[in-house]
């Protein structure tokens, strides 16, 4: 071969080369960019999860309940929105057991029961309606502790004790808030023993939750047990006095600042005890807390300072004498 056919060859094929190799990076260009399209989106949506999650202080500290009503279902249902895109998010998860469960009580459940006098019907359709939230919201929290450890639902139904041990601190705030709406939604379901049957479920999920971490939020464990002690099966010792001792153990957790102690223990005690002062000393108490002194606990208090009221309104229909 001639020096200038050789040198000819050797071109066209560095000229091939380049192109084939154009093409190749071209392609694979193409992936990376399309992978990284998608670890963008991820990302965004990570972030935008994060910030979601974490927007709680947000909605405790407003003063305007009625405003917090109204928002809470689009905030609710963007939650999901991600959780539909990112459904391993625990801080979702969390938000989402919690927000749910705090909707319910809060205005749903509380608007059924001002009902009821004027509406039973509608009361009802209400209560059916908060169970379905409050069941929306345990399965948020199964999910959430399904995380760390696979097929805890099934296991916390089946061996509760057994269950909740393998649950450990990280695991308190989704512990409690599954607790707290399992447990809702077990009270206001009477009429129905397959959701019965979950109560010692409810009782592995709080009590495991006590023991890793009895101050948890300012003492909303104690808070739950003021109103779980009267009816929890086979305990021993006398239910009021573990009700009380979870009362005074709340509010030194608190220091005396959150109004729902006072009421929790009115409703569960006095009531049944058809103590008529004390539960009058204790919602007096609760309407006296300001508020504005814990802006962290604003809406909770404002929240529960309603209840109060309305139990102070139906005082004659709750004692007998």
């Known amino acids: 071969m001639s020096a200038a056919r050789e040198i000819r060859v050797r071109i066209a094929r560095t000229a091939h080369f380049r192109k084939a190799s154009g093409a190749l990076l071209v392609f694979f260009g193409f992936l990376f960019v399309f992978e990284t399209g998608c670890s963008v989106r991820r990302y965004a ?25 109204d928002a809470l279902p689009f905030s ?13 998010h625990q801080g979702l998860l969390l938000a989402a057991v919690q927000g749910f469960t705090q909707y319910s009580y809060a205005f749903v459940q509380q608007e059924a029961d001002e009902r009821e006098p004027l509406d039973l019907a509608g009361a009802e359709r209400l209560r059916a309606r908060v ?6 919201a345990r ?18 139904r089946k061996n509760p004790k057994t269950a909740a041990q ?3 601190l990280p695991d308190v705030p989704l512990l409690y808030w599954t607790a707290a709406a399992w447990g809702a939604a077990i009270a206001i379901s009477k009429d129905n023993p ?7 479920a409810v009782e592995a999920l709080i009590d495991r939750a006590l023991e890793l971490n009895e101050g948890y939020d300012a003492g909303s464990i ?8 009267p009816s929890r099966p086979g305990a021993k010792g006398n239910p009021e006095e573990r009700s009380r001792r979870h009362f005074d153990r709340a509010l030194t957790l608190s220091s005396g600042q959150l109004a729902s102690p006072f009421v929790a223990l009115a409703e569960a005690v006095s009531i049944g005890k058809q103590d008529r002062k004390e539960f009058e000393s204790l919602l007096g108490r609760a309407l006296a807390i300001q508020a504005d ?5 604003r809406l909770s208090n404002l929240v529960m300072q309603r209840r109060a009221r309305w139990l102070l309104s139906r005082k004659d229909e709750l004692f007998l004498e």
């Open 131 to 136: 169970r379905r939230l409050y069941l929306r």
């Open 222 to 229: 104690h808070g739950f047990l003021i109103t779980y002690e």
């Open 139 to 156: 399965n948020y929290g199964i999910r959430g502790l399904e995380i760390r450890h696979p097929d805890f639902g099934a296991s916390v």
């Open 45 to 69: 949506i990570n972030k935008l999860a994060d910030a979601l999650a974490n927007t709680g202080a947000t909605f405790s500290s407003d003063d305007d309940s009625d405003l917090i009503r």
């Open 76 to 88: 609710l249902k963007l939650v999901e929105s991600l959780l539909a895109e990112s459904p391993h």
């Open 166 to 168: 393998v649950a450990s």
């Open 194 to 200: 397959e959701l019965i049957a979950d109560l010692p």
């Open 293 to 297: 002194a814990k802006p962290e606990w």
